[in-house]
């Protein structure tokens, strides 16, 4: 069956880097457009990180440009997401998710949490 499992999540102090890797299976990986999203606290989910399948191209939410990158291998079906510069506000339990814009399929994984405090 599909699975999107995210690893690396953690507490790190404010400035600190930490790095989410995504491992996909059970689905065709090349075809999906992956993402990032996370959910703070008495918040909506929001978008972190896209990255196109067809051309490799990128979206990032305004508050994390510059500071996170999203990357992946197909060969490994599995999705990065690097993150430099944490500040608190990027408290959140962050997830990955995978949409194939042929069929309309979207697969969410179990999510990770990610706390940046002193």
């Known amino acids: 069956q599909v699975q999107l499992v995210e690893s690396g999540g953690g507490l790190v102090q404010p400035g600190g880097s930490l790095r989410l890797s995504c491992a996909g299976s059970?689905?065709?990986?090349?075809?999906?457009?992956m993402s990032w999203y996370r959910q703070a606290p008495g918040k909506e989910r929001e978008l972190v990180a896209r990255?196109?399948?067809?051309?490799?191209?990128?979206n990032y939410a305004e508050s994390v440009k510059d500071r996170f990158t999203i990357s992946r291998d197909n060969a490994q079906s599995t999705v990065y997401l690097q993150m430099n510069s944490l500040e608190p506000e990027d408290t959140a339990v962050y997830y990955c998710?995978?949409?194939?814009?042929?069929?309309?399929?979207?697969?969410w994984g179990q999510g990770t949490q990610v706390t940046v405090s002193s």
């Open positions: 998710n995978g949409l194939s814009r042929y069929s309309g399929r979207s697969y």
């Open positions: 059970g689905f065709t990986f090349s075809m999906f457009d």
């Open positions: 990255l196109f399948n067809t051309d490799g191209s990128t």
